[in-house]
């Protein structure tokens, strides 16, 4: 079975601080992905990775950064988190396959409060 | 840019009714059309999902839901369902690898 895990399940943070969530895969997938779910919004896709190095924006990514140094791990970063950030963070992984078809696997969601 | 909508956003219903969520998508596109299940304190997991062929696809738990291309729709459907169905339903639509969700729909099923 696929693997995400995210490396924390619920933190606290206060505005200002800087933030890493992280993720790390175990099946080898190329594509990896992070994304925020809040209800009613559904979930709004904040960056993805094809590859180690590569990163793209999604539909949100003001206000934070990604990281993609080896390809099992994929870190989000608010530089300096403020309350509106406040949300569950999911990261996701999926193979390339043809690129577009790919299933994603999700990991079980980091809860981030800001104060 | 494309977008997903789902047409309810909370379902309520009793055991051994049957179900019908509404999802529709603007892309125009060749799309892959994906339902997702995220139960209570568990992680998102695949229902269905369609690639290609038949336009009605069987998931897992007794679901199945209908590609429309011209109503640009992937109905969900289950015709009885359980309390254990209690869980929040998301539509999805990839392509040019961006996977972009609806908004959601939570079910509760009452025994």
């Known amino acids: 079975d696929v693997k995400v895990t995210q490396s924390s399940r619920y933190l606290v943070k206060r505005t200002g601080e800087k933030v890493f969530l992280e993720c790390v895969q175990d099946m080898d997938h190329e594509n990896m992905f992070w994304y925020r779910q809040d209800p009613g919004l559904g979930l709004r896709l904040i960056y993805f990775s094809y590859d180690v190095k590569m990163k793209e924006k999604g539909d949100i990514p003001e206000g934070y950064s990604v990281s993609r140094e080896k390809k099992e791990r994929f870190s989000l970063i608010l530089e300096s988190a403020s309350t509106n950030q406040t949300s569950m963070y999911l990261c996701a992984s999926s193979l390339p396959a043809s690129g577009d078809t790919g299933e994603l696997f999700f990991g079980e969601g980091s809860r981030l409060t800001v104060l | 840019a494309q977008s997903v909508s789902q047409h309810n956003h909370h379902v309520i219903l009793s055991e051994a009714a049957s179900l019908e969520l509404g999802c529709n998508y603007s892309?125009?596109?060749?799309?892959?059309l994906f339902w997702y299940v995220q139960y209570p304190g568990q992680h998102l997991q695949l229902l269905l999902k369609?690639?290609?062929?038949?336009?009605l696809v069987k998931g897992i738990k007794g679901f199945e839901a209908e590609f429309i291309k011209s109503k640009f729709s992937f109905n969900l459907r289950k015709p009885s369902v359980q309390w254990s169905d209690t869980a929040e339903y998301f539509c999805a639509v990839i392509a040019f690898y961006k996977l972009s969700f609806g908004a959601g729909t939570t079910v509760t099923v009452r025994a």
């Open positions: 892309y125009g596109g060749t799309v892959n």
């Open positions: 369609y690639f290609s062929g038949d336009p």
